[in-house]
């Protein structure tokens, strides 16, 4: 249909629905709530603990943060890994590389299922070098305890240039 004439059809619709009493049909999307309360107050937390030596990331698709090296199989992995994501991801502020994964587990945890989808997300982090860090789901989570889980993880002295072990050093200023 020529673009004139598209125009012409909206507004015969228009017109034909005013007449008839026919509202739109409902747009197909509606914005979602991000994150969970449980995963927000844990945001909230983690923010605090890490006193801003790394960037949170929430939601992160596996696929997006580790790669399938290319051998026979490297589609299949791709495929078990691409549909999944971690809660959060802890990166470097100066080239967004990850170093840890973050994981909440509620009661679904125990299902078949998801502890399938978490041996997966353990191993394929295990196989990456990346560590990865599972808490249970509460309705309050205090930043001193999450700091203590991972502490080993943590930069060497938080008053100097954060880094992270392991991390390449950060140039001279």
């Known amino acids: 249909m020529p673009p004139q004439n598209q125009g ?6 228009t017109c034909l629905r005013k007449i008839f009493g026919l509202t739109p ?6 914005p979602a709530r991000f994150l969970s309360q449980s995963e927000l107050a844990f945001y909230h937390s983690l923010k ?11 939601k992160v698709r596996v696929a997006d943060v580790l790669e399938t090296l290319k051998t026979e199989g490297h589609r299949v992995q791709f495929n078990r890994i691409c549909a999944k994501h971690f809660d959060f991801v802890l990166c470097t502020p100066q080239d967004m590389r990850p170093v840890a994964f973050v994981e909440l587990d509620d009661s679904s945890h125990l299902l078949e299922r998801a502890r399938k989808s978490d ?27 999450i700091r203590k889980i991972l502490i080993p993880f943590f930069p060497r002295n938080s008053r100097s240039p954060r880094r992270w072990r392991g ?3 950060a140039p001279d200023s």
Do not use: M, N
């Not at 394929?124 to 989570?141: C, D, H, S």
């Open 8 to 13: 012409c059809f909206f507004i015969l619709i």
């Open 25 to 30: 049909p409902r747009p197909p999307y509606r």
């Open 48 to 58: 605090t603990a890490l006193e801003g030596s790394l960037t949170i990331c929430a």
């Open 119 to 145: 041996a997966l997300k353990d191993g394929a982090a295990e196989q990456a070098g990346i560590p990865l860090f599972r808490f249970p789901v509460r309705k309050t989570y205090h930043s001193e305890e």
């Open 167 to 169: 991390s390449s050093p």
